[in-house]
């Protein structure tokens, strides 16, 4: 197993810890509470890692990635949605031409 994925696990162990939580005490209860919020934040981490991966370095795009799978993984738990099931959509992907998969997708 790699490191990544034991400690994506951790974290969204973390993250799923801190449901119910106090808003004004975790900024991931914050986020919890808020999902239109966790969305927005996603998305501007994930302008963040652009700009990182255009105009900065390896180190910088590891840092923003780092920020994105957080807010990644805390979208995820606000919304309901469980790792197993990103993975089950991605499973279901294999083996599959990327263009062929995105032309069923828009059917």
């Known amino acids: 197993m790699s490191r ?25 209860a914050k986020l919890l509470a808020d999902p239109a919020l966790a969305a927005k934040k996603l998305g501007e ?10 105009a900065q370095g ?7 990635s780092a920020d994105l799978l957080y807010h990644w993984l805390v979208l995820l738990a606000a919304s309901g949605v469980s790792l197993d099931a990103v993975a089950d959509k991605l499973a279901a992907r294999e083996g599959t031409s990327g263009l062929a998969e ?3 997708r828009s059917k």
Do not use: C, H, M
């Open 45 to 54: 981490e994930a302008v963040e890692t652009v700009i990182a991966a255009v």
């Open 102 to 104: 995105k032309a069923a």
């Open 4 to 28: 990544l994925f034991e400690t994506l696990e951790r974290l969204a162990a973390t993250i799923d810890s801190r449901k119910g939580g106090d808003p004004a005490a975790s900024y991931t």
């Open 58 to 64: 390896p180190d910088e795009i590891a840092a923003e």
